[in-house]
């Protein structure tokens, strides 16, 4: 099952079965692969400020 991680600040959710390819990431792509630069595209925060839901 895909996971799914919510931004702490905004609740933008990243779902691994869509993934963000607006922004470089492939569907299928797990959190762990996200590359480490990658941001949130609603408020521009990294990846330390997402929990899993």
Partial sequence: MAKQMRCVIC?????????????GVAPGTTWENVP?????????????QFEEV
């Fill in 36 to 48: 480490e630069d990658w941001v949130c595209p609603l408020c521009y925060v990294g990846k330390d």
């Fill in 11 to 23: 609740d933008y959710v990243y779902d691994e079965s869509i993934g963000d390819p607006e922004n």
